[in-house]
DNA sequence: ACACGCTGATAGAGCGCTCTCCCGCGTGCT
DNA sequence: AGCACGCGGGAGAGCGCTCTATCAGCGTGT
């Protein structure tokens, strides 16, 4: 009955079948297929003929087994070294960083090329690292793109020891012979110094990334050396974690301790965007009063008003390269790593 | 010599290699890692000794060429039934929404238990929808999450022509045999009318969204129904395509023809958010002098100034819903479609 | 005339795993 | 004692594909 009531779900046509109904080998057919050495092109017409005929498919597993190819890749976001606490909602806030769509975007971009598909892993608590890695060890996918951003997360490390290839988005923390893209973020906040200093600003205070950051140590680095630079070397600080509300939070202390403060730089235009609603909150206009710089050029940048003065940071582009590089890898191993690193630019706009 | 120079990049251990060193068959040795049958709990031991010794990993491959499951799951972003011109801007306006990463988040926690990992697909153009699908033929994902906006957008269909188990985040707009997760949109778009009525606001304008995008029409005339019940049946309206600068322009283009408009309805926050910038832009308080209601509750209704009043949206869990279902169509197929309809919610904020 | 290369096609050996049979053994029932 | 039965374990047949080795046929050089 079930056979009688779906026709279409016959067994599908397997490479056997196309053979046989083109009157050739198995081989040959494979051969056309994959588009490898000469046959004949009558019998590649045939082959063609049959291969619509039958709608065959070739199962991807089948083809894996014996080439030891995935075609797939693996795009890792990953956390710190330890549990988050509350796990549903830092994976939302991950997701929903425009970091993140960047990335993915950027990812596609190189991809699409070659008919690769990103699996998206989520190696934020132990037991998921545990999981991702062995999915990939499984062969699953033939190599990793890892955005990781905390300096203690042992995953680069991991993949690397389990033989996995792998590109990172961001510089390792420690010197792990392993292929990267990165910005040149201390050039970026020093852009960012540099002009804050032109603008007159005097008393200016940086929102920070979390400390375990590499990326959010670099801007934060880079910025107070600048100011050092200009005379400024004692700055007005506070730690956030990279989103809006960490944002608002830090730029209301910094307002408690220091109400005159008319500059400030966000180490990404999340927390930029946080600081600019505060200030307005306390009735202090930006970019008049206070003048804000953020940091990346996200859709946060030119989401509200005043547009923010930001430092670029061609996520998109970067990790289009990370996937290219990942490619090549694959393409021609043994090759030494590689790293690229992008260099960011001053978009000026209303905030300062 | 590459021999010598690699001890670590050996053959990795087989079945065949974790049976000779346990000292029992591959048969058993598949029973312990599968944890079928009742095998001897001194050979379990022992089994899993060799699996430690050897390192073994299954091989994935090789698995799902005998199981027919993959193991995977795709997640398709899927466009419109036409090109889009600019394949790579669109991309990264798509993935940078705030809904695509509230999908994501779901979607994982729904995958999570189950150990299974999204591979993610844009169908966007028709190349890539040819390719979305074949990669889905191939076996290489055993099913399919579709975010499919627009109503003329072929892949539902052909999805179901291909027999690729299949759940929609959004009703079909044919009126297809195929599970899906959706929200009461018109349910949503009432309460919004109702609120901005209650608080006495006789001067409404709507943005829409995309007319081809079913979700942005039932929005729409849920909101025109309920305003009309209020006796105002006739509204000016504006559309955009969900973006913030659409909503801007469409803003601007209101602001234009109905200068003392005192209340707006945007269909995703993010038109709400531009709608309330280019208010602001021309002198107009929120809320004083015109109310925004904006729908999602995404990020972007929290992120500028006024918090934005707006109809919930809860994609994160429609989106895990989702992955449920088809984890279920998976498990036990030959059942009917389900769907799953959530109910809106009204989040009163500072726009209104 | 023969050896020789070259092209185009075939046969068949796996890739690593699961799963169906089948078998031997201990147990309880007649 | 004989027998059916449940249980733990092994043998081996594929799953659908690629790829090497091989071979037939056909000029070509000497």
Redesign the pocket.
């Known amino acids: 009955m079930s056979e009688a009531l779906r026709p279409a779900a016959q ?9 046989r109904v083109a ?9 056309v ?2 588009g ?5 092109p ?3 017409e045939s082959v063609r003929r049959a291969v619509a005929s039958t709608g ?4 991807g ?3 894996s ?3 030891r190819r995935a075609g797939a890749l693996a795009l890792v976001v990953s956390g710190s070294g330890t549990d988050e606490r509350d796990e549903e909602a830092t994976r939302t806030q991950v997701f929903t960083d425009p970091f993140f769509g960047r990335v993915v975007s950027g990812v596609f971009t190189g991809l699409r090329p070659h008919g690769v598909h990103p699996v998206l892993m989520l190696a934020d608590a132990p037991g998921a690292r545990e999981q991702a890695l062995s999915y990939l060890k499984q062969g699953n996918a033939d190599g990793a793109m890892v955005v990781s951003t905390h300096a203690d997360d042992p995953m680069p490390g991991l993949l690397l020891a389990a033989g996995v290839p792998t590109v990172l988005f961001g510089r390792p923390a420690a010197p792990l012979p392993v292929s990267c893209v990165d910005l040149a973020n201390r050039d970026g906040a020093r852009l960012a110094a540099d002009h804050l200093h032109a603008r007159g600003r005097r008393r200016v205070a940086t929102i920070a990334g979390p400390p375990a950051v590499r990326a959010a140590r670099d801007r934060l680095d880079g910025f107070h050396e600048a100011m050092a630079r200009h005379g400024m070397p004692y700055l007005p600080h506070a730690e956030a974690d990279f989103t809006q509300a960490g944002g608002e939070r830090a730029m209301a202390r910094l307002l408690v301790e220091h109400p005159d403060l008319d500059g400030v730089f966000a180490a990404n235009d999340l927390m930029a965007q946080g600081a600019v609603a505060v200030l307005r909150d306390h009735g202090l206009r930006v970019p008049e009063d206070v003048a804000v710089v953020g940091f990346d050029d996200s859709s946060a940048a030119t989401a509200g008003r005043p547009l923010l003065t930001t430092v670029r940071q061609p996520v998109e582009e970067m990790a289009a390269e990370m996937a290219r590089i990942l490619l090549d890898v694959l393409a021609r191993p043994g090759r030494g790593a590689t790293s690229v690193i992008f260099e960011p630019e001053l978009v000026v706009r209303r905030s300062s």
């Open positions: 067994r599908p046509a397997t490479l056997e079948d196309v053979a009157g050739v080998s198995r081989a040959t057919v494979s051969r297929i994959n490898i050495r000469n046959v004949d009558a019998i590649q065959y498919v070739p199962n597993a089948a083809r087994l014996v080439t």
